[in-house]
């Protein structure tokens, strides 16, 4: 897998994994943002300085994913994952698992757990993250759940993850 730091150019490709995803927005009520919404969140996710947007590609460079983060955040030690999202043709392949075991690597100086929200019901989320080693943390339904594990906590083995090649662009 390789893992590019999203810029505002990257906006087009974004909306496309968007458009490829529908489930996503279905389960979340609401309709796919238009590529002028994409590139408006994206110019407002970059002002932040302790927010990291990236797309996640295949060894071919097809983007598969994107990966939103965000430093100190609820707290000073926290690295909460706003999303983690998948093209739905290439989910149940082990992407977003690669994607926290690449992401869990690379975690900032200072972090002290890391943690995923869960928007909506969506129970396969919840046990998506839950066969990492998160934990129930924090229930503020019906808009979303928080799972989270303590950085340096040993994650579960099954199917070990396969090693990771990064780069950066």
Not at 151 to 164: E, H, N, S
Request: hydrophobic content about 40%.
């Amino acid at each position: 897998m390789n893992v590019t730091p999203l810029a505002l150019h990257h906006a087009p490709l974004l909306h496309q994994l968007y458009a490829a995803s529908p489930g996503y927005f279905e389960l979340l009520s609401t309709r796919l943002p238009t590529l002028s919404e994409v590139q408006r969140d994206v110019e407002v996710a970059l002002l932040d300085p302790r927010r990291s947007l990236e797309l996640l590609l295949d060894e071919s460079g097809e983007v598969i994913g994107s990966l939103d983060c965000k430093r100190d955040f609820p707290e000073v030690g926290d690295l909460t994952i706003n999303l983690l999202l998948i093209r739905e043709d290439r989910q149940s392949q082990g992407w977003g698992r690669r994607a926290v075991r690449h992401l869990e690597g690379r975690v900032p100086p200072g972090t002290t757990r890391i943690l995923a929200s869960v928007l909506g019901d969506n129970p396969r989320g919840a046990r998506f993250w839950e066969r990492l080693g998160f934990t129930f943390t924090l229930d503020a339904r019906p808009v979303m759940t928080w799972y989270a594990r303590p950085v340096g906590t040993r994650p579960p083995t099954p199917a070990a993850a396969a090693p990771l090649r990064a780069s950066h662009d």
